[in-house]
């Protein structure tokens, strides 16, 4: 943690010390406040370049819980008695925060480093990712490949890899002022991987294409699995019709032949927007303990994750429509995997995902609105009991006090369905399980 004060500590200095270096001036670069809702994949300005610049960000939030977690497991079932849920207390979860550091280091050559400052993942803070984003090639040549790089971007690094367009309107960490709600999709899609993405947008046409080494956790160790890499890939049309009327549609693809250290649903560090829900970690209940074995089956943020190994394919599709403050946003998730990499066994998860959302005000500045989720999909080919399914409800009220600090009020509702009671000799939390309550966020991004 002091090393990184000491480095915005160092370019501040470095700023203020040389009068070539100025302060904040970025190229094309996504605003990480209200203005940057529902700006999606990378975007180019005609902002000029007059030097290298440093730039700083941060994001926070604090959430203020009141929820509640049942299922239909009994207290008393063969040789296991005096089980329960854990309860949740009405107060704060941990905050989140995280820093945002960008240099302008040539026209058209940007560089980020994104960190997480406190999150449930690590107690100590640490990278996100560090990439390079190119919009011009101007270093090699003044204007060379113009006439491409005008409509071209060029992204490589450890990043957030660009897989659908849902990433673009969720919670990561501290930075939740996109999201209107508290709460990701229930099977959330989410990776950093080391890798390239290219980006190809003319006349309201959205294309990329990308590759990453497939692991989330970077290791030049010799490994005994073979790892392949992941294929990205997004094609779209995207266009402002006239000043009321925006549509939206993009559709996105995923594959890797044989995955490496984390599946694309398994990658989140930052978590679901829930917490302690359906939850029994080991508790003493007068003068019994709780057996170590009922935390086997809990999974405390409540999210759906397929567990592919082996292989994976996903494909998600986004339609986004905004009339005047009316906006639409929809996701169709088909993903595909296996157990393992010594079969090749073909198992599904489906996701289905609508929100819908009105702003109002004079600059937009009020929103309502509400969501509707669900997933469906088997974690094993052995499962007999067939297709776990999850359906969520959201609804939400939000204010933007300024354009960068945003309270909103949430409600959910979560249920799961056709779980089984057990998993091998533990018990299924999820069994008959559902939780729902009251959430309020504040939060703060720049």
């Known amino acids: 943690m002091r090393k990184i004060y000491f480095l915005v500590a160092g370019l501040l200095s470095m700023a203020a010390a040389n009068a070539q270096v100025s302060f904040g001036q970025m190229q094309n670069e996504i605003s990480r406040g209200k203005d940057g809702i529902n700006v999606f994949d990378v975007q180019k300005n005609d902002k000029e370049f007059n030097g290298i610049s440093v730039g700083l960000g941060g994001a926070f939030n604090m959430d203020y819980h009141m929820t509640n977690s049942f299922n239909d497991q009994p207290a008393n079932i063969g040789s296991i008695s005096g089980y329960r849920l854990n309860n949740a207390e009405n107060n704060f979860s941990l ?161 890797s032949a044989n995955l490496g250290n984390a599946n694309l649903y398994s990658s989140s560090r930052s978590g679901f927007g829930y917490w302690n829900v359906l939850n029994n970690n080991a508790y003493q209940n007068g003068t019994a303990t709780v057996p170590a074995s009922f935390n086997a089956a809990s999974t405390p943020e409540g999210t759906f994750n397929p567990g592919f190994k082996g292989w994976a394919t996903s494909y998600m599709f986004n339609p986004f429509v905004k009339y005047k403050g009316l906006e639409f946003f929809g996701t169709i998730e088909l993903a595909s995997g296996g157990d393992s990499a010594a079969s090749r066994d073909k198992r599904t998860a489906d996701q289905y995902a609508a929100e819908v959302i009105y702003r109002f005000g004079q600059s937009e500045q009020f929103y309502v609105g509400g969501k509707y989720n669900t997933v469906s999909g088997k974690q094993s080919n052995a499962d007999l009991d067939g297709k776990d399914t999850v359906n969520k409800f959201e609804a939400s009220a939000g204010w933007f006090m300024t354009k960068n600090i945003l309270t909103k009020l949430n409600y959910v509702s979560q249920n799961y369905e056709d779980h089984a009671q057990f998993t091998g000799a533990n018990l299924n939390n999820f069994y008959g399980g559902k939780f729902n309550g009251l959430v309020f966020e504040a939060t703060i991004s720049f």
């Not at 999150?119 to 100590?124: F, I, M, Q, T």
């Open 95 to 255: 905050p989140s925060a995280d820093m945002t550091i960008t240099a302008q280091l040539f026209d058209g050559v940007r560089v980020n480093l994104d960190i997480y400052l406190a999150s449930r993942h690590h107690s100590n803070t640490y990278v996100k990712g560090g990439y390079l984003q190119i919009d011009k090639l101007d270093f090699i040549k003044k204007d060379f490949l113009a006439d491409v790089m005008k409509y071209t971007t060029i992204k490589i690094g450890q990043m957030e890899n660009n897989f659908g367009d849902a990433h673009f309107r969720s919670s990561d960490n501290g930075n939740t002022i996109r999201n209107a709600f508290v709460g990701n999709n229930i099977m959330n899609s989410f990776g950093t991987e080391m890798g390239m993405e290219v980006y190809y947008q003319r006349n309201g046409w959205v294309s990329m294409i990308g590759a990453t080494n497939g692991n989330l956790n970077q290791s030049n160790a010799e490994v005994t699995k073979a790892v392949s890499p992941s294929i990205l890939a997004k094609f779209g049309y995207d266009k402002q019709l006239n000043k009321d009327l925006r549509v939206r549609l993009t559709g996105s693809y995923y594959h």
